[in-house]
C-alpha cells in the first residue's frame, strides 16, 4: 500500500549583521505552517485477520529561533 500524500509548508525570516569581521545571522523558521498529519511510516500489525494498520505521524507546526555566527 501507498503512504497518503504528503504536503507542508515551511516558513523562514532570515537576518544579516556584519560586525568588523563577524557576521551574525539570527532567524525564525516555522515548520509544517499547515499543520498537516503527515504519516512517517504505516506499521502493519498481521497478528490479526484482517491485518490493521497503525500509522506514526512526523511533528506537527514546530516554531524555531536561533542564530549563526561566522568569523
Known amino acids: 500500500y501507498r503512504l497518503p500524500t504528503y504536503h507542508r509548508l515551511d516558513v523562514s ?3 544579516r549583521y556584519e560586525f568588523s569581521k563577524w557576521t551574525f545571522l539570527p532567524f525564525i523558521e516555522i515548520i ?3 499543520n498537516h498529519k503527515n504519516v512517517l511510516t504505516r506499521v502493519f500489525d498481521t497478528s490479526f485477520n484482517p ?3 497503525n500509522d506514526l505521524y512526523q511533528l506537527p507546526l514546530l516554531p524555531t529561533i ?3 555566527a561566522e568569523f
Open 32 to 34: 509544517n505552517v499547515t
Open 51 to 53: 491485518a490493521t494498520t
Open 66 to 68: 536561533g542564530f549563526t
Open 13 to 15: 525570516y532570515r537576518l
